[in-house]
């Protein structure tokens, strides 16, 4: 078995304590003038293997422990020094703070024990106060040192346990951190889409018109609806901004929209359409008595009908652009019809994030969102986008 590298600073206290025995030897200073092994050369073998035992303190000490403890009796039938005792005590106070948590748990109750058994045993025996003496010098030696380290031990313990609790607390923290961060990438995203990409299509679809058709009243009409577009595209972005501005800046946010807006969404998207010869229709059954909705849900709501009439304006064909709005119980119920199908004529380029903004507002609110062609009573394909929102505010268990 290969033996543990002892610790530096064991070596160190070693050191130390065979230079104090060996200066105590050297000046003849004992423990006791008359011994059972009366050579003076004697003292030093429990010293050194004392010394040895300090040096694998911290590395053995289990080891160092009973190896120490046969070397402090010994020391016992020579004149004794009192270097092999101090080293004893640190010994036994090692065994407890490096050793396994049995024995940290046994040392100190068997070092009691011993110290009782000690004290009575001399009060037996000799029947006077000097055995009091002796039963409370067992105690400094033995019982006294494990008990400071079950002490230390304890409280190194603690605070190993309080740093692991604060660095799990902190890894906690910068997990959420990270998934606001995510959460809040994801919600700015949905937001600058749905907010420009409506009037980006509609100057991409009438700019390609223009340049394909050289004719100036429509090349007039395009560059009208254009302007129009970039005007209200700017206002979206100087809205976005303001909504990303800290409290110090000098731009308020704007309220955020609501479904009483869909009136002038759907009217701009039939002048965006109209050149694409598409025309588009709100149908609101909702009873006004109602109670109002909570202004997540109708900012999901209108996003939803924002996009799908982007989606119409980049992709159908020439046709009717129905948005119907129903509430039922705690409901409500958004569906967009388009027409499907190839398409004459200039298209705007579509990347699929509007489909996915949409089935994440939906499922934020725990809601329902389908979105696909779908073919009619008559036999008609066309592209159906519903999605059912609760009318009372509530968040996906996902």
């Not at 990303?244 to 701009?268: W, Y």
Request: proline share 6%; charged share 20%; glycine share 8%.
């Amino acid at each position: 078995m290969r033996i543990p590298r002892p610790h530096r600073v064991d070596l160190l206290i070693a050191a130390g304590g065979l230079a104090c025995g060996l200066l105590l030897w050297g000046f003849g200073i004992v423990v006791r003038p008359d011994a059972l092994i009366d050579g003076r050369w004697a003292v030093l073998v429990p010293l050194l293997v004392m010394t040895a035992t300090e040096t694998v303190r911290r590395t053995m000490p289990r080891t160092a422990l009973a190896v120490g403890t046969l070397a402090v009796v010994a020391n016992e039938f020579t004149h004794g020094s009192i270097a092999t005792i101090l080293m004893f005590t640190d010994v036994v106070y090692a065994a407890v703070v490096y050793g396994p948590p049995a024995s940290a748990r046994r040392i100190p109750y068997s070092t009691g024990l011993i110290t009782v058994g000690i004290t009575i045993g001399f009060l037996v025996w000799w029947q006077n106060a000097i055995a009091l003496l002796i039963g409370v010098a067992s105690g400094i030696v033995c019982f006294l040192p494990a008990l400071t380290g079950a002490v230390v031990r304890n409280h190194r313990q603690t605070a190993e346990a309080a740093r692991l609790r604060a660095e799990q607390t902190a890894l906690l923290a910068e997990m959420d951190r990270s998934q606001a961060v995510v959460a809040e990438r994801a919600r700015m995203a949905r937001e600058l889409h749905d907010m420009v990409a409506n009037h980006l299509s509609a100057i991409a679809i009438h700019s390609t018109a223009a340049l394909s058709l050289d004719d100036a009243a429509t090349t007039r009409q395009a560059l009208t609806v254009i302007r129009e577009n970039s005007v209200a595209g700017l206002a979206e972005m100087r809205r976005l901004i303001g909504l990303l501005r800290d409290s110090s800046g000098d731009a308020e946010p704007a309220a955020a929209p609501t479904l009483a807006g869909l009136d002038a969404l759907v009217a701009q998207a039939g002048t965006n359409g109209e050149s694409s010869g598409l025309t588009f229709a709100l149908d609101d059954t909702r009873d006004p008595a109602r109670p109002a909705l909570p202004a997540p849900v109708e900012l999901a709501a209108y996003r939803i009908v924002q996009e799908s009439l982007t989606n119409a304006l980049k992709h159908a064909p020439a046709g009717l652009v129905a948005v119907t709005l129903t509430q039922d119980g705690h409901t409500l119920r958004v569906l967009v019809t388009s027409p499907f199908g190839d398409r004459p004529g200039p298209r705007a380029p579509g990347s699929g994030a509007g489909l996915v903004g949409m089935r994440e507002r939906v499922a934020l609110l725990g809601g329902e969102f389908e979105a696909g062609p779908v073919t009619t009573a008559e036999g008609r394909k066309i592209w159906q986008v519903r999605a059912e929102l609760p009318a009372e505010e509530r968040t996906s268990d996902g």
